[in-house]
């Protein structure tokens, strides 16, 4: 359900202990965190190949860079280690309750997690990943994580939008109101398209651009009900004139009851004439 925040995934060699460290580049602004921290920043899952050798598959969000490097040992304090095994994983979020401007400023600097094989507890095609001490982030197990995803607000809206019913016997200022807020929405999601998040996520920016013609669709029959209000039904008719031919019908059956069978005949030899 993160794919279209998440890169394509990427095969990495486990067999050595590895320093893994995600960062925000330079030229990314903090906004970026600020609209991309409701989703996962990085997800491992642990694999084998043919050859039996333990791999791990990472997927990021494409405007952070990974940086791995094999080491031994190192002088960075980790906390305790997440062990998973062969079809399991986890994901790198954002500590609930921690301010997105500190944990845009560590990921300035790397946020980095140990991989390492030395201890798996006697369990076979396993790994261990310890992330750096006081992170603002945590590392989550798949079968653990609950997190709600949260899409970004436009098209969260433009959905809503798409999936309200809309009263259209509703009076034209109703009509004229609903019509303004669905292309409010539509130049947003044109904003977002163009904006950061949209040129890096290149799944949002597609679920956008599917949305806006979508939206297009109903704003133009909400206009056509609008106009439909003031306009004449039929050209052929006045504009004043909004009865339809079945109660014209009935008024004139009543019409010819009414009146005088004198009267009735004189316009039937009439309508003759003219025929």
């Known amino acids: 359900m993160y794919h279209h925040f998440l890169n394509e995934l990427i095969v990495l060699d486990a067999e050595k202990t590895s320093i893994l460290t995600l960062r925000l580049p330079d030229d990314i602004s903090d906004f970026m965190v600020l609209q991309a921290i409701s989703a996962p920043l990085l997800e491992i899952i642990v694999i084998a190949n043919a050859d039996a050798l333990k791999n791990i598959t990472v997927r990021f969000q494409p405007f952070m860079g990974l940086k791995v490097e094999s080491l031994s040992k190192s002088s960075q304090a980790f906390n305790t280690p997440v062990t998973r095994c062969i079809g399991q994983g986890f994901r790198l979020y954002t500590r609930m309750g921690t301010a997105a401007k500190f944990c845009a400023a560590e990921l300035r600097r790397g946020v980095s997690f140990s991989l390492d094989m030395a201890n798996c507890q006697n369990l076979d095609n396993c790994l261990t990943f310890a992330l750096q001490a006081d992170s603002k982030f945590e590392l989550v197990p798949l079968e653990t994580d609950l997190r709600v995803l949260h899409e970004p607000k436009v098209l969260l809206v433009a959905k809503a939008l798409l999936a309200r019913q809309y009263d259209y016997a509703a009076s034209s200022e109703l009509i004229a109101i609903d019509m303004a807020e669905i292309e409010q929405v539509r130049l947003e999601l044109q904003t977002f398209v163009r904006g950061d998040l ?60 009414l009146a005088p069978p004198e009267l009735v005949q004189m316009v039937g030899r009439l309508m003759e004439d003219d025929t």
């Open 198 to 257: 949209g040129l890096c996520h290149a799944g949002l920016a597609d679920e956008a651009l599917r949305l806006t013609p979508l939206l297009m669709q109903k704003q133009q029959w909400l206009f056509r009900t609008y106009t439909h209000i003031f306009e004449r039904p039929n050209y052929n008719r006045s504009a004043n004139d909004t009865d339809n031919t079945d109660k014209l019908l009935r008024k004139l059956e009543c019409y010819e009851l």
